[in-house]
């Protein structure tokens, strides 16, 4: 009985850990969009993603050089 509750524990801090995790990538790659779409073009990625604010801005501060 013990050992069957310790695995639903494992199991539940699995599932919990791989959900940060891509919780933690999605903040990444979105934090990343407007760096990438200023460097491959303004009309590379949806309209929301790539507002000229945000690119111009991304384009100003990023200090990657352009591709």
Excluded: F
């Amino acid at each position: 009985m013990r050992q069957h509750m310790l695995n639903g524990w494992l199991v539940a801090a699995l599932i919990a850990l791989v959900c940060l995790l891509g919780i933690t990538a999605y903040m990444e790659v979105s934090k990343d969009l407007p760096r990438v779409a200023c460097m491959r073009g303004p009309k590379a990625i949806d309209k929301k993603a790539a507002q000229r604010e945000s690119c111009s801005r991304a384009c100003c501060d990023s200090t990657a050089p352009s591709a």
